[in-house]
């Protein structure tokens, strides 16, 4: 005896993109507080007389704890879920803000760049995850883009933003600034979000289409999600090959988030005020990739039939590639020519983005998204924290020009990575796939 057939809506409902844009908006939030510090060196120089080598470990200790905390993140998410992981999560990062704000010294604005580290680790873990509840596969890439283009929009408005604020009444005030945005943003993520299951609204067929599923009741193949443990999916070629590619964007990210402004006032000579608005070029255009590129772009490709898994290694891998545009910078003759290049690469790295930060979802069981891309985020982090101090070290004692260039030998690996241990991106990870026949 044959079911009633289901006729799923052609379009996601509406919560689904005002989720994508809530998490876009934390993220937008969120780099705020993390490029605070990159406009406060000349300010910090003054107040504590801090060093170049030791800005730079001041920029990483952020992402020590944001990195420590990633793998026990992932476990915390599939435990515990979005929406009470994401309400603790942005108030401790609205405290670290205010924190930093009254900082009396350069150990306590350690302490608290530590907390914001705490604060915004599970961000983009439990976006990713959250975006594989509210989006079936084949709409992920433009709704990822969302949350991931607002960490490239947040330097470009930021940077100057903040810079303003931090020349008319000093860097305190921009951290206090910082924090009073992101706790409005706590009251709005306490209120709007929740799982498609707590949602009494959508319908049972909106249900199925937010999940990719549409049963005939025939016949289907049934998969068991088990929890996998994190030993087995660090031993996995594609986790692997997941993490060492996407620690190499993050290194170069990081790089620019941290040291751009910096790089144009030191190497370049460009007054303090002019390097903050010269800054949000490449972050501009880098928001832009971020959602026409790897957003729209590879949606619509597999809205028309092309292969899924070739549409994103393309622009994974082609995005990275562009991301070796970071070598020009390092042969500049000038700044314009050093600016142009230094958008070329973040462009690319950013085209590439979302389609890293859709690929947990993509690859792993529902029950093992939240680890695999801990795991992931991990290793980006590490890089996080590699890069500004190995570039404060560089710019103290050699150029630029040799942080660059170490920057694409890391992109060359993780070229490599992507190419031979990632593989097809399909589901793997943690499932069981047995045939069922139903009468």
Not at 62 to 90: E, F, H, K, M
Not at 109 to 129: D, I, M, W
Not at 206 to 214: H, P, S
């Amino acid at each position: 005896m044959r079911g009633p057939e289901v006729n799923p809506p052609q379009r996601l409902p509406r919560r689904s993109w005002g989720i994508a844009l809530l998490l876009g908006l934390g993220v937008l939030v969120n780099y705020f507080d993390r490029v605070n510090l990159s406009v406060s060196q000349a300010s910090l120089y003054a107040s504590f007389g801090i060093s170049s080598i030791t800005f730079g470990y001041l920029s990483g200790a952020y992402n020590w704890t944001y990195a420590v905390c990633q793998l026990p993140v992932g476990v915390l998410l599939d435990r515990c879920g979005v929406r009470r992981v994401g309400r603790i999560s942005t108030f401790l990062w609205s405290l670290a803000s205010f924190a930093a704000a009254i900082s009396p010294g350069i150990p306590s604005l350690f302490a608290a760049r530590f907390l914001l580290g705490v604060g915004e680790a599970p961000t983009f873990p439990s976006n990713a995850k959250a975006i594989g509840y509210w989006f079936p596969p084949r709409e992920r890439g433009l709704a990822t883009s969302i949350f991931d283009a607002a960490a490239k929009f947040a330097p470009a408005v930021g940077v100057p933003l903040i810079g303003m604020v931090l020349l008319e009444l000093g860097w305190r005030w921009s951290f206090a600034a910082t924090g009073v945005i992101s706790l409005v943003y706590f009251f709005l993520f306490w209120k709007i979000y929740r799982d498609p299951e707590d949602v009494a609204e959508l319908s049972n067929a909106e249900r199925q289409y937010i999940a990719g599923e549409v049963e005939t009741l025939v016949s289907k193949v049934q998969i068991s999600e088990e929890p996998a443990s994190l030993s087995y999916l660090l031993k996995q070629h594609k986790v692997i090959g997941l993490a060492i590619g996407f620690g190499s964007y993050n290194y170069v990210f990081y790089l620019l988030l941290t040291w751009l402004p910096s790089y144009l006032s030191l190497a370049w000579h460009i007054d303090l005020f002019h390097s903050f608005l010269y800054t949000s070029m490449p972050w501009l255009v880098a928001a832009f990739a971020d959602l026409l590129v790897g957003g729209w772009l590879v949606d619509s490709l597999i809205r028309i039939g092309c292969r899924a898994s070739l549409v994103r290694k393309i622009i994974l891998v082609g995005g990275t590639a562009c991301g070796l545009g970071i070598l020009g910078a390092a042969h500049a003759q000038n700044a314009m020519q050093a600016l142009i290049w230094i958008t070329v690469s973040i462009g690319g790295l950013s085209a590439a983005a979302p389609v890293g930060w859709s690929i947990p979802s993509l690859i792993a069981s529902r029950h093992n998204v939240g680890r695999v891309g801990g795991i992931m985020n991990f290793s980006s982090q590490i890089s996080g924290i590699a890069a500004p101090i190995f570039t404060g070290y560089m710019a103290a004692r050699h150029s630029f020009a040799w942080a660059f260039g170490a920057a694409a030998i890391y992109l060359a690996v993780g070229i490599a990575a992507y190419i031979f241990l990632l593989g097809e991106i399909e589901p793997t990870l943690g499932r069981r796939v047995h045939a069922d026949v139903v009468s």
